[in-house]
């Protein structure tokens, strides 16, 4: 087991490069994960560890091989993490596959399509909805920022690692949903039918766009069903993660009515 002193040590400052810089990671095909809850889970989901980094005199409650134990000064540690309190744990995990072909869905699957969204937190936010209703894979259309960052992976609460993912040009995933007869559900202010009066129980992807700008043209040109919430207020929409999740739980209210 190595133990790192100083925090200008090479592989501090590797880590650091990698919080800082997607090109980074993306090049080295890793991804950082803070958090010994957020590390538990993805070490149970089956994610490759390179390296875990720990505070010396922290609880090991992590069943890690020594030999990829990395245990540092707190000085040394805090150069690396983001949070400054109650993390103990940062490990560095190979970056998985994520391509349309290795996903493996069920008869009637549930999906969201994440098309454009350019915040880490609502990537984030939308997988932990994802992971809570059972849904059977969640797409990564032409995002502006990184669905693995930090903070995704942070405000998912390790939900990321529980849900199969893939990543793949917006063409694509329209050609993949069409080739296996799984219906486009877009929110859109252009929707006719709420989210509670449209059949959310069949073969489905949720499909979101991001907030400034919304979905694309080209989604409306698929064979698609425009849904969108009632409001009430003032306001139009509801962040897209929040709206996201308010439409999942719907499409979950649905499924368990037809299994009674």
């Known amino acids: 087991m190595m133990h790192i002193d100083s925090p200008s040590n090479p592989k501090i400052q590797q880590v650091k490069i990698w919080l800082a810089k997607t090109s980074a990671r993306k090049q ?16 149970k989901s089956g ?20 030999s990829k134990v990395i245990t540092c000064s707190n000085k040394a ?21 994520m391509e349309l072909s290795l996903l493996r869905l069920p008869a009637s699957p549930l999906i969201v399509v994440l098309d454009g969204l350019e915040k880490p937190g609502n990537v984030g936010a939308i997988m932990r909805s994802a992971n809570a209703v059972g849904a059977d894979a969640v797409l990564f ?13 942070r405000n998912s609460l390790g939900g990321i690692f529980h849900c199969q993912t893939a990543m793949a040009s917006r063409e694509d995933c329209m050609a993949w949903l069409k080739a ?15 989210h509670t009066s449209s059949d959310l129980s069949g073969s489905l992807a949720i499909v979101v766009g991001p907030e400034a700008e ?32 308010v439409v ?7 499924r368990d009515l037809l299994k009674k």
């Open 180 to 194: 296996n007869q799984i219906t486009p559900v877009l929110m859109h202010l252009d929707g006719k039918s709420s």
């Open 77 to 97: 540690f805090e150069k690396m993490v983001m949070r400054s309190h109650g993390v103990n744990s940062l490990a560095v995990f190979v970056r998985p596959s």
């Open 141 to 153: 259309s032409q995002l502006e920022c990184d669905p693995l960052s930090p903070q995704a992976i």
């Open 214 to 245: 919304g979905l694309q043209s080209s989604w409306s040109e698929s064979e698609a069903i425009k849904i969108c919430i009632p409001m009430k207020g003032v306001v139009d929409s509801l962040n897209v993660s929040v709206s996201t999740a």
């Open 248 to 254: 999942l739980f719907e499409a979950l209210r649905q």
């Open 47 to 66: 994610w490759h560890l390179r390296t875990l980094f720990q505070r010396v005199d922290c609880e090991k409650t992590l069943a890690v091989s020594p």
């Open 28 to 43: 080295d095909d890793v991804v950082v994960v803070e958090g010994e809850r957020e590390i538990a889970r993805a070490l």
